[in-house]
């Protein structure tokens, strides 16, 4: 996993952003990167579970999963919007981008740029207080149907419709 990461140029990134940890020349992961890379738990990078461990093509697109995953939920973050709490959890972010992208065939430059249309129409609208928290952006169980207003804003997208918007004409 660590040659991987190192390979794929993460590893350097994971450090500055606290994923890895060093203590007396020895580096360890944090709770967080466990969670990110779905490991129940390490001794020197020994993935720990039950399960045995995936295949490196596996690994490699799990990499760019959890990355665009990420590039997602910071587009929804405090520092971005200034909104607390809209970036949700990163872990229903991944698994509701992986079944979004079963049912739709949006590339992710769409689905980036959605997001941005999207936020942007929420500011012009001064209704920033009401975005939706990422994972829920993606798509969200009302009255027993999934509905996804990314599948909507990508629409929007692919159309070329850069109009602006109120609460209630796209929900």
Partial sequence: MWSLLEREGILQKWFDEGLLVTSKNTTFWTPKA???LELEESIG???LSDKPGPKAREVEIN????EFAGKFASKFSAKAIGIAGKGGNI???RKKLQEFHKDYDYTEEEILAAVDLYLDNQKRTNSMGFVQEAHYF????QGGVQVSNL???CEEVRNGNN?????HTIL
């Avoid at 990499?63 to 959890?66: C, D, H, V």
């Avoid at 109009?163 to 609460?167: F, G, I, P, V």
């Fill in 45 to 47: 990078g020994v993935n």
């Fill in 91 to 93: 872990k229903a972010v």
């Fill in 163 to 167: 109009k602006r918007y109120t609460s």
């Fill in 151 to 153: 599948s909507k804003w």
């Fill in 138 to 141: 993606i798509s969200k169980l």
């Fill in 34 to 36: 466990l969670e990110i």
């Fill in 63 to 66: 990499l760019e999963e959890i």
